[in-house]
């Protein structure tokens, strides 16, 4: 069974500076996605990032970028240049679209607070 | 382009009880996913919509049910409420193109819904 694993609950960075988000995931499949969501205070859930297997590029989106090493099954969000926006829960997810299964799996979390 | 919105926003019910929520995707999108998110438990999928057919269910007893209408638009139900059942559910819509790679895997979420059981 696919697994992911967050394994810091809690973290802080003070603002401007970069921190760095652990993921680990647990798959025998090939073909997948992987995924960075983001949950401010206000509960709504947004997408951050997306990884597609298959690339070996790591993907960015502005001050957000991954570090997808595939042998190893992590997959770490880097936050450059921290903003007080920032803070809240971020959730690594996998999705493997093997046979039709759009099935989401979701880590349980880390809490990111940014410091003034 | 209008985000994922769920109605009611808020319920407060009591222990027995049943409860429908509702869930209306973004235009275009055809599959809806739900879960339920706890403190303690995270994100857990309870089951995912698609042409109107459950296509994924996950771990949760047959009390909580779902439905897809010809729109897209989907409902869960949970009958005979415990107070475990209270939490944050979530609905998430996709494009979930046929093809099983390129873009439109992506999941957006709605607001949620928080159902207290009392």
């Known amino acids: 069974a696919q697994t992911v694993t967050q394994s810091q609950p809690e973290m802080s960075v003070q603002e401007a500076e970069t921190v760095t988000l652990s993921c680990t995931y647990d798959?025998?499949?090939?073909?997948?996605?992987l995924f960075w969501y983001k949950q401010p205070p206000s509960r709504q859930m947004i997408l951050v990032i997306r990884q597609e297997a298959y690339k070996q590029q790591n993907a960015t989106e502005n001050r957000f970028s991954v570090n997808f090493q595939k042998a190893a099954k992590s997959f770490s969000l880097k936050i450059s240049d921290s903003q007080l926006g920032d803070t809240a829960m971020y959730f690594c997810a996998f999705m493997n679209p093997t046979s039709g299964t759009y099935k989401y799996i979701f880590g349980t979390g880390t809490r990111l607070k940014v410091l003034a | 382009k209008a985000g994922v919105t769920q109605t009611p926003r808020y319920l407060i019910k009591t222990r027995g009880q049943q409860v429908t929520l509702s869930c209306s995707p973004i235009?275009?999108?055809?599959?809806v996913s739900w879960y339920q998110q706890t403190p303690g438990q995270g994100l857990q999928f309870l089951f995912e919509?698609?042409?109107?057919?459950?296509?994924n269910k996950g771990n949760f007893p047959g009390r909580f049910s779902g439905r897809q209408f010809s729109n897209s638009r989907s409902e869960m139900n949970v009958s005979t409420l415990e107070l475990g059942d209270s939490a944050l559910y979530l609905c998430?819509?996709?494009?979930?193109?046929?093809?099983?790679?390129?873009?439109?895997?992506?999941?957006?979420f709605g607001p949620g819904t928080r159902l207290t059981v009392l």
């Open positions: 235009s275009g999108h055809r599959s």
């Open positions: 798959t025998s499949e090939n073909n997948y996605y």
């Open positions: 919509y698609f042409s109107e057919t459950q296509r």
């Open positions: 998430a819509s996709s494009f979930r193109p046929r093809t099983s790679g390129g873009a439109g895997n992506e999941q957006f």
